[in-house]
């Protein structure tokens, strides 16, 4: 299927039309405008639903990984968290152990989060006790050329002390060239699929935060290329329902393709629970947690915060569409222009953009196609 009619049929399916313009151009005739995705969904809470919540063992619930045979925890370890200056590198090694010990196997973490010291932390925990061996450990690569990509996969692999990453993921699809890019002779999925060749790495996804739309280019661009992810990190909370929706937009196409979806900012760094709208913390994991993903990812930095993922787990239950509609009739207010979404509406989560090197270099490419161009 080509990117234009790939697109389309995304859009289509989220129930998304078109309208006719007449009267338009010189001669007066209609002109078919295409579909664009709507950022406010008519209805929020038509949205998929869990049918099957994942399989209880202990204090968590496992489900499956995309369409592999892995198990894996709905909850997940968020790596940028447990890397802050507030948590101590013992603090980060005695909430990782602690984790593991009551259920959790998902460890997310990132090349450049805190400078590396995210994956020194988890990497020194996972070292210790065999606790490597019990966990799904994913990194992300902000680099977009194979050179950048291989080189930071080598240094993700020391930082973690390990030989192979469970999964590593594009991290930052937030520009509609960084497929493109990515896609390029001698871009990053080069670097992706060497490592995965050499053992490095095992499964490949990408992540992002800003647009779905985004999204749905790096999904149609993979198309194009007879390539399918393995995974798909986006953020899914009670705020995203109402604007530039990925949970409306992206997450079908996702079940529908086996593509494993991981859920990121339940609570967009604390700053959507800055918003003090009528939600428990709990009922924000709750929301995330009754989506088809097979992770919810969430910031760990401290007792409490693990404590309540795992009461999250505990007192879940599958939702209904009507209760859904009355949590989300909750947030409308706060959500429509995306205030509390700053990972949508600004530049504030977008390490890539303070760090153009790691997108390659492009204008000596420019300059050998147009060198007249000044």
Not at 146 to 162: G, P, Y
Not at 218 to 228: D, H, N, T
Request: aromatic letters at 8%.
């Amino acid at each position: 299927m080509e990117r234009r009619s790939f697109l389309q049929g995304a859009v289509l399916g989220a129930g998304l039309t078109g309208t006719s313009l007449a009267g338009a151009g010189s001669a007066g005739a209609a002109v078919n405008v295409p579909p664009l995705p709507n950022t406010r969904p008519q209805d929020p809470a038509d949205l998929p639903l869990i049918t099957d919540p994942g399989e209880r063992r202990g204090e968590m619930l496992y489900r499956t990984f995309g369409r592999t045979s892995e198990k894996i925890s709905a909850i997940g370890m968020g790596g940028f968290h447990l890397g802050k200056s507030a948590v101590t590198d013992d603090e980060a090694t005695r909430l990782i152990h602690a984790g593991v010990d009551r259920g959790i196997t998902f460890m997310d973490n990132c090349w450049d989060y805190n400078d590396g010291r995210s994956e020194l932390r988890m990497g020194a925990a996972l070292a210790q006790g065999g606790y490597r061996d019990k966990v799904f450990l994913m990194s992300k690569m902000d680099g977009r050329t194979k050179e950048e990509a291989l080189k930071q996969i080598d240094q993700s692999l020391l930082r973690l002390r390990t030989d192979r990453i469970d999964l590593v993921q594009h991290h930052e699809i937030l520009r509609y060239d960084d497929p493109d890019r990515v896609f390029a002779e001698g871009g990053a999925m080069e670097g992706f699929l060497e490592a995965k060749k050499q053992g490095k790495l095992r499964y490949i996804g990408f992540t992002g935060h800003k647009d779905p739309r985004i999204h749905l280019q790096m999904l149609a661009v993979a198309q194009e290329r007879g390539f399918q992810f393995d995974s798909c990190q986006m953020p899914l909370n009670v705020m995203d329902a109402h604007f530039r929706s990925f949970g409306h937009l992206v997450l079908p196409h996702l079940v529908a393709e086996g593509i494993a979806p991981l859920a990121m900012k339940t609570f967009g760094d604390g700053v959507i629970l800055k918003a003090d709208a009528p939600i428990k913390p709990l009922e924000y994991l709750h929301f995330s947690l009754n989506l088809p993903v097979s992770v919810v990812i969430t910031g760990i930095q401290n007792q409490r915060d693990l404590d309540q993922a795992f009461e999250a787990v505990k007192t879940f239950k599958p939702m209904d569409k009507a209760t859904v509609a009355e949590l989300l009739s909750r947030s409308k207010p706060y959500a429509l222009e995306g205030k509390y979404e700053l990972f949508k509406t600004s530049a504030t989560f977008d390490g890539t953009a303070k760090n153009a090197a790691w997108l390659g270099e492009d204008v000596q490419s420019v300059k050998k196609l147009a060198p007249t161009m000044e």
